[in-house]
């Protein structure tokens, strides 16, 4: 409860902040969980093996990465997460998580600024999640440059 409140805050913060970036110093960083279980295909971190079969979000989340021309990263867990909002071009996150993961996420790479699209978790925790590709599209856009 106080996790997803807290991301509910962070994103107005955000958005009325104003933040603006280029498509080439925006990540969105999403979890390994969103690919199926059982998937043929092992997904590395820029997430490029997948062949877009359409069982799960991942073939969204590559097209939209491809819209707007941003970086896209998987991460297995929070460390991981980190390494990849580190880079030096990374000026700005949209980050697709659950509540908890996107919470801690947020607190680690302050003061970079970060929206938060929770996942859609019909299989519980950490397996075979979904998302809202409307969601995780509006969360790019308003972070882009015009």
Do not use: W, Y
């Amino acid at each position: 409860m106080f996790s997803r409140l807290f991301v509910s805050l962070n994103n107005l913060l955000t958005r009325l902040r104003r933040i603006k970036v280029s498509p080439e110093n925006l990540l969105l960083l999403v979890p390994r969980c969103l690919q199926r279980t059982g998937c043929a295909q092992t997904l590395g971190e820029i997430i490029d093996d997948c062949n877009a079969c359409g069982q799960c979000g991942v073939t969204d989340l590559l097209a939209i990465r491809d819209e707007f021309g941003i970086h896209c990263s998987m991460a297995a867990g929070g460390r991981e997460a980190l390494a990849f909002v580190r880079d030096p071009k990374i000026k700005a996150v949209v980050a697709v998580a659950c509540e908890k993961e996107l919470a801690q996420g947020i607190l680690a790479v302050f003061p970079m600024p970060v929206l938060g699209v929770l996942n859609i978790q019909t299989n519980g925790p950490c397996r075979n999640t979904q998302i809202n590709p409307d969601l995780v599209r509006e969360a790019v856009r308003s972070m882009l440059k015009d």
